[in-house]
């Protein structure tokens, strides 16, 4: 028997289980996802539900990349990379407007934002492994 995980396409697999392990990371590790997002860390001791919300939306987003690849759904596979294209380009300016001095600014974390959507973008024109 063929286990239904080996029949699914490469770029749903693949960014699935990105968005899974970093939803995971941000609900598990809350101070930590504050640097890996470019966010400084709020000076109270417990993490600002943002960040929470923000695993809940990668958490979601892992699964319908897995769930629409094994249904071999490609249009919907497209239609969630667009949407993810568009929550990274928010992430870019978040990151650029609240990232303080470390993080924010034209000399911070949001290009690495940003290039990614437009990657995801590109991949979702071109149909690259779908």
């Not at 063929?2 to 590790?29: D, E, H, K, N, Q």
């Not at 892992?62 to 928010?90: D, M, S």
């Amino acid at each position: 028997m063929i286990y239904p995980f080996m029949c699914i396409p490469t770029s749903p697999a693949f960014l699935g289980t990105a968005l899974l392990g970093l939803g995971l990371v941000r609900l598990f590790a809350p101070k930590q996802a504050y640097r890996l997002f470019g966010l400084p860390l709020r000076p109270s001791r417990s993490p600002s539900p943002f960040i929470f919300a923000n695993a809940g939306r990668d958490i979601a987003l892992g699964v319908a990349f897995i769930l629409l690849g094994l249904q071999r759904n490609f249009e919907g596979v497209r239609a969630v990379l667009v949407g993810t294209l568009i929550a990274a380009q928010v992430d870019a300016f978040t990151v650029f407007k609240y990232g303080g001095e470390e993080f924010g600014g034209w000399s911070g974390k949001w290009y690495g934002h940003s290039l990614g959507g437009l990657i995801l973008g590109f991949i979702a024109w071109k149909g690259w492994g779908l």
